[in-house]
């Protein structure tokens, strides 16, 4: 989880398979990558995840701008 849409963004947390993740929205991120927005309901962590390191692709709904 990143602070930011971005590898270059500070690390929030880690999330493992074993979490429960609350998806809030997607975003296009600056490298060209989609991320989601989301709170990792086990540690209470939220942030940026990048879509293609989720099993299941993240949020369907895109973030308002």
């Known amino acids: 989880m990143r ?8 690390s929030r947390g880690l999330a493992h398979l074993s ?3 609350n ?3 997607w975003t296009l991120g600056q490298d060209g990558a ?8 086990s ?3 939220a942030g940026w995840m ?5 099993r299941d692709k993240g949020s369907s709904v895109h973030c308002p701008l």
């Open 34 to 41: 989609t991320w989601t927005y989301a709170r990792n309901l």
């Open 19 to 21: 979490h429960t993740i």
């Open 43 to 45: 540690t209470g962590y």
């Open 23 to 25: 998806y809030h929205c």
């Open 50 to 54: 990048r879509d293609d390191l989720l």
């Open 3 to 10: 602070a930011g849409s971005s590898t270059s963004c500070a």
